[in-house]
């Protein structure tokens, strides 16, 4: 059985859901995030009163969690390794 990831995805106005996706899968120039915390900005909660363009949407850029798996070009470039606590730069 593959593995799963649970997000909150944003489904309505103030309408929001748990779902399960399938664990992405992690190239030479990727990692995968095993989340601490998702932030939610001002910006968030102004779309978050709105019906969603393009429904459903997993809100929430400002992340904090430990690399659970990297490539290594991506351990290269950024300088960081499995087990590393980081912050998401939100502009990715």
Same mark, same amino acid.
């Given at each position: 059985? &593959?593995?799963?990831? /649970? &997000?909150?995805?944003?489904?309505?106005?103030?309408?929001?859901? +748990?779902? !399960?996706?399938?664990? $992405?899968?992690? *190239? !030479? @120039? *990727?990692? /995968? /995030? %095993?989340?601490?915390? &998702?932030? #939610?900005?001002?910006? @968030?909660?102004?779309?978050?009163?709105? $019906?969603?363009? @393009?429904? $459903?949407? #997993?809100?929430?850029? !400002?992340?904090?969690?430990?690399?659970?798996? &990297?490539?290594?070009? +991506?351990?290269?470039? %950024?300088?960081?390794?499995?087990?590393? /606590?980081? +912050?998401?730069?939100?502009?990715?």
């Amino acid at each position: 059985m &593959a593995k799963q990831v /649970l &997000a909150a995805v944003r489904t309505g106005v103030h309408q929001t859901e +748990f779902r !399960e996706y399938p664990m $992405p899968q992690v *190239s !030479e @120039d *990727s990692a /995968l /995030l %095993k989340m601490e915390v &998702a932030g #939610i900005c001002g910006t @968030d909660v102004k779309f978050y009163a709105k $019906p969603p363009t @393009d429904a $459903p949407v #997993i809100m929430g850029h !400002e992340n904090i969690g430990y690399i659970a798996e &990297a490539g290594r070009q +991506f351990v290269e470039r %950024k300088g960081v390794k499995e087990g590393d /606590l980081v +912050f998401v730069e939100h502009y990715v």
